[in-house]
């Protein structure tokens, strides 16, 4: 080791990032030490790395962090993440931001601060490529001042801010490509019942936990759209047909547009949502390059609609992995087996019920009949802890039946999870 390049032990120290494992291995000898502060890149004091953090009063973590970041000269990513400290002073916050700003290029910081320090004011504005700020207010958002040209990832969790600095946000990040919002507090004025974002460099947003009337989002380079827990009366998304990966999960919409030109989806994950199949399926019909197609505990809007597998293997001739849950209302099945045309390139198949039926097995049948050259599928189902003398015989009935199914395809990995 005593060979090592100076920058080299710095490269190994911020390998280990962990702050408590970088002062301790820094204490080694006197290059170890000159790495540490001279070529120390990474430093995360993080409360599931070092379980003693939690220990610490606030004003000693205070003290142990401006110390440790007063050590280095050139950090380049920085993660303060203590989930257990209530809040931090606004005054050693300022310090540690103001004497990284230089050379910070990843800032990843969740702790509240009494009073609020607005952190784009004081981070790196030149170098800084990705902000992942939690539990913090974001006021005043001044574009023609806080430019970010390097900004590319920006996560929000748990943040308070009005929909007016966050579309301003995104007006001061030309490079911006990945945007994430996590239960945020979107503050409204009187006069806006809409939240209009728009980024032409935007490729991938995922929101979650999010209420709001209305949410236009205008992203011509987007490829990546994810919804989760959220509740809107409207989702437009206008772009340019670059979206690939659609995924929607427990989203209440009333009115969900994510424009005509879906030439390019390749995944759609749609799960826990109620739809209207037939709209739903206008807006994904084009995507003739769709590989991946997952409808699961999906609720459909008229209780005779059903979602034909004839449509899906002409419309979707790609597709390689399909999942459907199975859900049999009145002897109505939502999944019909109409029609011949096969899902020759389909090879992994997972299924899944929330209360089995005999009918079940023979829908996995079906499936695998128009599967001809599937290699794998998984079984998915829910078992209740108490279980009736029924619930226990059509069990054993469904695994018999799937045993004798499956000696027809030896070639097929089968996998059962319950739950």
Not at 65 to 72: A, L, N, R
Not at 253 to 278: A, C, K, Q
Not at 317 to 330: A, G, I, K, T, V
């Amino acid at each position: 080791m005593e060979y090592l390049p100076v920058e080299v032990v710095g490269n190994i120290l911020s390998r280990l990032c962990a702050a408590r494992d970088v002062v301790i291995a820094s204490a080694t000898c006197r290059k170890w030490r000159e790495a540490s502060k001279n070529h120390l890149h990474s430093l995360s004091f993080n409360s599931t790395d070092w379980p003693v953090y939690r220990d610490l009063t606030t004003s000693r973590l205070e003290i142990l962090i401006t110390q440790t970041i007063f050590q280095t000269t050139g950090l380049q990513y920085l993660a303060i993440v203590m989930d257990d400290v209530d809040e931090f002073s606004a005054a050693p916050v300022i310090a540690w931001l103001m004497y990284t700003r230089e050379t910070l290029r990843h800032l990843l910081y969740n702790v509240r601060t009494a009073p609020n320090v607005n952190i784009l004011e004081k981070c790196g504005r030149q170098k800084l490529e990705t902000l992942a700020l939690a539990h913090n207010s974001i006021t005043g958002v001044e574009p023609s001042y806080q430019k970010f040209p390097c900004l590319k990832s920006v996560t929000l969790s748990y943040v308070s801010i009005s929909a007016l600095d966050l579309s301003l946000l995104l007006s001061a990040c030309p490079k911006i490509e990945a945007l994430a919002l996590v239960n945020p507090e979107i503050q409204m004025s009187d006069a806006q019942a809409t939240m209009e974002l728009s980024s032409p460099s935007l490729k991938s947003i995922y929101v979650e936990a999010i209420s709001l009337d209305k949410f236009i989002l205008e992203a011509d380079s987007l490829k990546s759209l994810q919804l989760k827990d959220c509740t809107l009366e409207l989702f437009e998304l206008i772009g340019k047909g670059t979206l690939k990966h659609l995924k929607i999960d427990d989203v209440s919409v009333i009115h969900l547009d994510i424009g005509e030109s879906t030439e390019n989806l390749e995944i759609v994950d749609v799960s826990n949502f109620t739809i209207m199949w037939p709209k739903f399926y206008h807006m994904i019909s084009r995507s003739s390059r769709l590989r991946r197609l997952r409808l699961w505990s999906v609720v459909f809007d008229d209780e005779d609609e059903i979602v034909d597998l004839e449509t899906i293997a002409v419309c979707f001739p790609q597709l390689s992995h399909l999942s459907l849950s199975y859900d049999l209302r009145e002897g109505f099945l939502p999944y019909g087996l109409q029609g011949s045309s096969p899902l020759e390139n389909v090879v992994v198949l997972e299924l899944g019920w929330t209360v089995i039926s005999d009918t079940f097995s023979h829908w996995v049948a079906g499936l695998l009949e128009r599967c001809s050259n599937i290699k794998k599928l998984v079984i998915h189902g829910v078992v209740s802890e108490a279980k009736t003398h029924e619930e226990c015989y059509m069990l054993a009935n469904f695994t018999t039946s799937i045993v004798k199914l499956m000696r027809k395809y030896m070639h097929v990995d089968v996998q059962f999870v319950y739950e």
